[in-house]
């Protein structure tokens, strides 16, 4: 576990995990790209998540909805009269603070007495000076559709995923005759104008989300509510996040969102702190009710009948458990991190995930024949793996390299190879090597990293 957010952000900008967004023109604040490695990660992230949760489940649908959607749908939501947070600016510098992380900071700071932590409260963290009365600041990020810029043509990229599940919600039942209870699952950007306190890659205005919207009936929710929390938890087994680290919390009614009656909060010990990971919500039947009522169109599920009776009708009722893919990147590099060893920085990243899954090496690349043999073996194994070609350096910093970027194998060709067709396969974590017939290494491989 990495006891210093310096190191991942280090790490991330060397080796192309995540660089800074438009870096060559100073710059833009909270903004970030994601690199070579950093994209194969996210991507193996995602594949996982949709394999487990869409194709591994026979309750489970996929959807895939626009970034901008008719504004009525955020009226009837309550997010254009609910989705705000207090913001406090200093009157000298002119920067904002949200209330809530201005407030926490502060007392996490101060080391004086109570009056003084008061005090501080009231001023800014940036330069020291005042800050004005707090004010309610809506975190929907407003664009305009058409040549004209006013308000009629105001619409806003989505906050979240959810909504779009809501209002296709007849549609995904009138194509897929699903029946509850099911879910319909979504991965896509989402966009908040908010006050982001820096830390990396944690709290950005454009992230993106891995989210299920999971009807039931209304009288099941506490099992299904059980059901979900338990998954979630295995989710970040099965990726890598260190459950040490791992905290539930109960939110308490006051700090719920306006549509939950119940929601827990995954929590991860950060460097930076202990933040919120993912967040899993009881939504009732909010949801469909104010979308049936926005809109005028009936949104309710009909039981399917006996063949004398149509079945009763009624909203379905909804948990939803949401999983941030930035931040679970984030948490399964700063699990994963491990400089323990002295002479090396090692990645421990679930093979699932890793970025390469191999590496092929040449003992000597200055020998044809050896470069060519481990040509041959890298082409072989690029039609199932994702390999990396590595004959830089001597074949210690190879590994060393590998180690720090976390791929889970290295193979190194060398003379041995020409006699007999085997090859040294090197374990990352463990540094163990072993001599493997290269007919046999597509079935070795895919054992040690899927199994």
Not at 177 to 200: C, D, L, S, V, Y
Request: a negative charge; aromatic letters at 12%.
């Amino acid at each position: 576990m990495v006891d210093s957010i310096d190191k991942i952000v280090s790490l991330c900008k060397r080796r192309g995990f995540v660089y800074p967004g438009s870096e060559i023109y100073g710059g833009l604040a909270n903004s970030w790209d994601y690199g070579p490695l950093g994209v194969e990660l996210k991507n193996n992230i995602k594949q996982l998540w949709w394999k487990k949760f869409v194709h591994g489940r026979d309750d489970m649908v996929g959807l895939d909805a626009a970034l901008i959607m008719n504004p009525k749908v955020w009226e009837a939501s309550g997010h254009l009269s609910n989705f705000n947070d207090p913001l406090a600016e200093c009157v000298k510098c002119h920067s904002r603070f949200r209330v809530d992380e201005h407030d926490k900071s502060e007392a996490r700071n101060s080391k004086s007495e109570t009056n003084t932590k008061l005090q501080n409260k009231n001023k800014c963290s940036n330069c020291g000076g005042n800050l004005a009365e707090p004010k309610q600041f809506n975190l929907m990020l407003k664009t305009f559709l058409g040549p004209a810029e006013d308000s009629s043509n105001t619409v806003y990229f989505r906050p979240e995923t959810a909504q779009a599940m809501f209002v296709n919600f007849k549609n995904v039942l009138d194509t897929t005759r699903k029946t509850i209870p099911f879910g319909i699952a979504q991965i896509g950007k989402a966009f908040r104008n908010e006050i982001t306190p820096g830390n990396f890659i944690f709290r950005t205005r454009e992230f993106e989300q891995m989210e299920i919207e999971y009807f039931i009936k209304k009288d099941t929710w506490q099992e299904n509510f059980e059901h979900w929390r338990k998954e979630m938890l295995g989710w970040m087994e099965d990726v890598g996040i260190d459950l040490k680290h791992v905290h539930e919390i109960e939110i308490p009614a006051e700090d719920r969102a306006h549509y939950s009656k119940r929601t827990i909060d995954f929590e991860f010990d950060f460097p930076f702190g202990r933040k919120e990971l993912y967040g899993l919500a009881y939504r009732t039947d909010f949801d469909l009710k104010n979308h049936e009522k926005g809109s005028g169109q009936n949104l309710k599920y009909r039981e399917q009948g006996d063949g004398t009776s149509s079945g009763e009708e009624y909203w379905p009722h909804v948990i939803e458990p949401t999983w941030g893919v930035d931040r679970s990147l984030l948490a399964i590099l700063c699990s994963a991190y491990d400089d323990t060893d002295s002479s090396r920085t090692v990645l421990k990243l679930s093979p699932k995930i890793a970025p390469y899954k191999v590496a092929v090496f040449p003992l000597m690349k200055n020998k044809p024949e050896l470069v060519e043999a481990a040509r041959k073996v890298y082409v072989g194994l690029k039609k199932e793996f994702v390999v990396a070609w590595d004959d830089r350096g001597n074949v210690g910093k190879r590994y060393y390299s590998q180690d720090e970027i976390g791929t889970p194998y290295c193979i190194t060709v060398d003379f041995q190879t020409l006699e007999d067709e085997t090859v040294t396969v090197r374990d990352r974590d463990t540094t163990t090597q072993e001599r493997i017939k290269i007919s046999e290494l597509q079935n070795y491989l895919s054992d040690k990293i899927y199994s």
